[in-house]
């Protein structure tokens, strides 16, 4: 079964809003991921956060990370028509260290309006 | 440097064809993986390789076989097309060296659009 859910799983918003789209995972990590998707395009990796971080930010991205409920949040600011994709939060299964194995959540797929 | 390199982008096959997909990347990653996406699954782990020589199964490995006898090129191959193999097929390669080695970081080709009738 697949390690992360998402929520929601679609998310509709106005430029220069924020968007806030979270994922739950089910077992111990030592890491996690955050991956977008242009429509007919492949993933692109955004951001990593470890087990021991509570919060990281990159650029306009902030990405939270709660161990002891199995959850992360990524919030994009302010933002922008471009930012129209497919969010996948991504964990690596246990024991997979260093193998390159992902497990991949459902994704979000967030519109932005201009 | 070109990346993770997929063909084709497009192909449509009848059941019971049998067919290629290529993956190579210019990188120099010992780690390459195939992942099938389809609606509402998020990504899905077919087969995936540590190194030259060295192949595993993943999490819906049935239907399909690899082999990389290069550290470049990691085909996929199906042996007897099913419809239910009709989805979007990436390749991706691990990058393991700087602040995130070890850590599973992915670089990802464009995709392989496959529909099986």
């Known amino acids: 079964s697949q390690q992360g859910e998402e929520d929601p799983q679609a998310l509709s918003i106005q430029e220069g809003e924020n968007a806030t789209m979270n994922c739950s995972y089910k077992?111990?990590?030592?890491?996690l991921q955050w991956y977008r998707q242009n429509s007919g395009r492949g993933l692109v990796h955004l951001i990593l956060?470890?087990?021991?971080?509570r919060e990281k930010h990159s650029g306009r991205l902030r990405v939270t990370l709660d161990t002891s409920k199995k959850s992360s949040s990524l919030l994009i600011t302010a933002s922008r028509a471009a930012d129209t994709a497919s969010y996948f939060c991504a964990t690596v299964p246990p024991g997979s260290s260093n193998t390159g194995k992902l497990i991949f959540g459902q994704g979000t797929t967030l519109q932005v309006k201009p | 440097n070109a990346g993770v390199t997929q063909t084709p982008k497009f192909q449509v096959l009848k059941t019971g064809q049998s067919m290629t997909l290529q993956c190579a990347q210019d990188?120099?990653?010992?780690?390459m993986s195939w992942y099938r996406q389809d609606p509402g699954m998020g990504l899905r782990l077919i087969h995936y390789s540590v190194g030259a020589g060295i192949t595993d199964q993943g999490e819906v490995p049935n239907g399909y076989n690899v082999s990389r006898s290069t550290t470049e090129d990691f085909p996929l191959r199906l042996l007897s097309a099913a419809p239910s193999q009709t989805s979007v097929y990436f390749c991706a390669s691990r990058n393991g060296q700087g602040v995130n080695s070890g850590a599973n970081v992915l670089t990802f080709g464009a995709g392989s659009r496959l529909t099986v009738l």
């Open positions: 956060i470890r087990s021991n971080e």
């Open positions: 990188m120099n990653h010992e780690y």
């Open positions: 077992t111990s990590i030592n890491n």
